[in-house]
């Protein structure tokens, strides 16, 4: 049995199983997406695994599920805590609810509104702390002690890894014959769970990740062989500003073929070619791997790609590219 | 064999089954999304027949395709021609390009440019006219008389209707068990061919449109017993602002249970939710079913309801909840 403790050098294929079995009821076999107006823009032919479709909007509903699902009812019952203003809230909040137990949030206080309301909409119980490092870990331990809830990180956490393999297990039976599969890389979960699958599964596919240049610390990692964190990156792919964490270096470092990057402005276009000629929401960080595949057509030409859309919570009241 | 004479009343399920073979190379059988959110929302079963993700982005390529490829070579070898600015455009456009033959569009000089090159992405050749009826009358007659290409009306067309009834065909085989279907009205192309398909193979299934309240010249005419035209309606459903024909008001006087309409911000509510939760792309028109489920609830409570989502062409500077 994972636990929060498990290194992820003990993940077997036989975790990624129970996971996808322990989740089913709770998670939604996405489906693919193709566009011939993009496999002609980039010769490659693309399969666009629509996670933005998932429950809670983003795949990370299916580490926290399998987080969730998988503790025993004792532990259970005192809740699960995180701290994250983003989709792993959204995701825990929702895999919590599903349980009927718990689910307590640490987010700063000046967090969007937007944000608080989406947490709350799930059933996230939300603990305000001020908006530093030291501030969210002294309150969360607080949380922790109070509660007793359980932790579960948004991506350096096995259970969490062996429930964002289950994508890609997908992925290989809806489109056979993958020459590649291409996701965004922030702090390295869907990565890793896509190496833990495709390492045993589907070897000869290559993994390649994808992150904005102005948040490339996982590509600077990749090529010096260790952990290299950023300080406080700025980009508009905001799901990818988070570094690498040792569970998550050990899938990259043994797995990834490579990791390209992407400008903002390449990613903010490639975020609208998308929802114009696939007629779907995603979010900025999902359009950080085709924006790298526009960059880099050479490795990508005559090739069958899986392209891993990560998820769809976007503020429909700014977008991008409408200025303002 | 139909042509651009043939009247409503002959239209029988053979012609939607021979459009269906026909036009089965060059459109795509459409996903069927659902939403357990919006159902919360309604207390119906919604089930959303996703033609924004059709060729060209909108249903009407299943209509122009079937006039297009049903053409004999010599008609064809002349060409096609239409005034539209929208998606008929687009898609008879699309069509024609896969038939290898010119397709002309005579389009108001003071149209966006954002729609203009959209026809030529296309292959449309377009004729300017002024922004008058008479000078597009007196233009497209000139274009006819030039190039003897066929012209293909955008709904008042018992080809294009017949093309338009494979929709709902795909979607009772999708969706079993469905107790009603609802589209957006505006010529009344995809309601008389929903009306076509589901009064052969599926009697039993209440058929209801949906316009603008600012548009609502099909809710007045269902109710006086005959066509009434508005005048130059204003409303953001702009694919909705056409009036009933003859061959249209054959199918909607005869099969149509009811047309509910919605006022422009319900319209407009309703797409941004739709683009939220459903995380797909959506036109204004597409909403005004779901604003009108969500103003009449007693209709809908209950039921298992086939959504027909008409297309996803949007211009994505300037949405209508962002003021500007």
Same mark, same amino acid.
């Given at each position: 049995?994972?636990?929060?403790?498990?290194?992820?050098?003990?993940?077997?294929?036989?975790?990624?199983?129970?996971?996808?079995?322990?989740?089913?009821?709770?998670?939604?076999?996405?489906?693919?997406?193709?566009?011939?107006?993009?496999?002609?823009?980039?010769?490659?032919?693309?399969?666009?695994?629509?996670?933005?479709?998932?429950?809670?909007? *983003?795949? &990370? !509903? $299916?580490?926290?599920?399998?987080?969730?699902?998988?503790? %025993? #009812? +004792?532990?259970?019952?005192?809740?699960?805590?995180?701290?994250?203003?983003?989709?792993?809230?959204?995701?825990?909040?929702?895999?919590?609810?599903?349980?009927?137990?718990?689910?307590?949030?640490?987010?700063?206080?000046?967090?969007?509104?937007?944000?608080?309301?989406?947490?709350?909409?799930?059933?996230?119980?939300?603990?305000?702390?001020?908006?530093?490092?030291?501030?969210?870990?002294?309150?969360?331990?607080?949380?922790?002690?109070?509660?007793?809830?359980?932790?579960?990180?948004?991506?350096?956490?096995?259970?969490?890894?062996?429930?964002?393999?289950?994508?890609?297990?997908?992925?290989?039976?809806?489109?056979?014959?993958?020459?590649?599969?291409?996701?965004?890389?922030?702090?390295?979960?869907?990565?890793?769970?896509?190496?833990?699958?495709?390492?045993?599964? *589907?070897? &000869? !596919? $290559?993994?390649?990740?994808?992150?904005?240049?102005?948040? %490339? #610390? +996982?590509?600077?990692?990749?090529?010096?062989?260790?952990?290299?964190?950023?300080?406080?990156?700025?980009?508009?792919?905001?799901?990818?500003?988070?570094?690498?964490?040792?569970?998550?270096?050990?899938?990259?470092?043994?797995?990834?073929?490579?990791?390209?990057?992407?400008?903002?402005?390449?990613?903010?276009?490639?975020?609208?070619?998308?929802?114009?000629?696939?007629?779907?929401?995603?979010?900025?960080?999902?359009?950080?791997?085709?924006?790298?595949?526009?960059?880099?057509?050479?490795?990508?030409?005559?090739?069958?790609?899986?392209?891993?859309?990560?998820?769809?919570?976007?503020?429909?009241?700014?977008?991008?590219?409408?200025?303002?």
């Amino acid at each position: 049995m994972l636990d929060r403790t498990t290194p992820a050098a003990d993940l077997t294929l036989a975790h990624m199983e129970a996971a996808r079995e322990r989740i089913a009821p709770h998670v939604h076999r996405t489906p693919v997406l193709t566009s011939s107006y993009l496999d002609d823009l980039t010769g490659a032919r693309l399969f666009f695994k629509c996670e933005n479709f998932q429950k809670a909007g *983003a795949f &990370k !509903v $299916r580490g926290a599920c399998n987080a969730v699902f998988g503790l %025993d #009812d +004792a532990t259970a019952a005192r809740g699960v805590a995180t701290h994250s203003s983003g989709n792993h809230a959204l995701s825990l909040s929702y895999a919590a609810g599903r349980r009927g137990i718990p689910c307590h949030v640490v987010m700063p206080r000046t967090a969007p509104e937007a944000k608080k309301a989406a947490v709350r909409g799930y059933g996230g119980l939300i603990t305000e702390c001020a908006p530093s490092t030291t501030s969210r870990e002294e309150t969360f331990a607080e949380v922790e002690r109070q509660t007793g809830a359980e932790f579960v990180h948004p991506y350096n956490d096995a259970r969490v890894i062996a429930g964002q393999a289950t994508c890609s297990a997908e992925l290989i039976e809806q489109v056979p014959d993958l020459d590649a599969v291409i996701a965004p890389i922030g702090g390295g979960g869907m990565i890793s769970g896509t190496c833990l699958t495709l390492s045993h599964l *589907a070897p &000869k !596919v $290559r993994i390649y990740a994808a992150e904005p240049d102005r948040a %490339d #610390d +996982a590509a600077r990692s990749f090529r010096a062989g260790h952990i290299i964190a950023d300080d406080a990156p700025e980009t508009v792919a905001d799901g990818l500003k988070v570094p690498l964490k040792e569970n998550t270096w050990h899938f990259v470092s043994r797995y990834v073929t490579d990791i390209h990057t992407a400008a903002e402005d390449e990613i903010v276009a490639a975020m609208k070619l998308t929802w114009q000629r696939m007629k779907i929401v995603i979010e900025p960080s999902c359009a950080v791997p085709l924006a790298a595949i526009l960059r880099n057509p050479d490795v990508y030409r005559g090739q069958r790609v899986g392209v891993i859309i990560t998820g769809g919570n976007v503020d429909l009241d700014r977008l991008p590219w409408i200025g303002g």
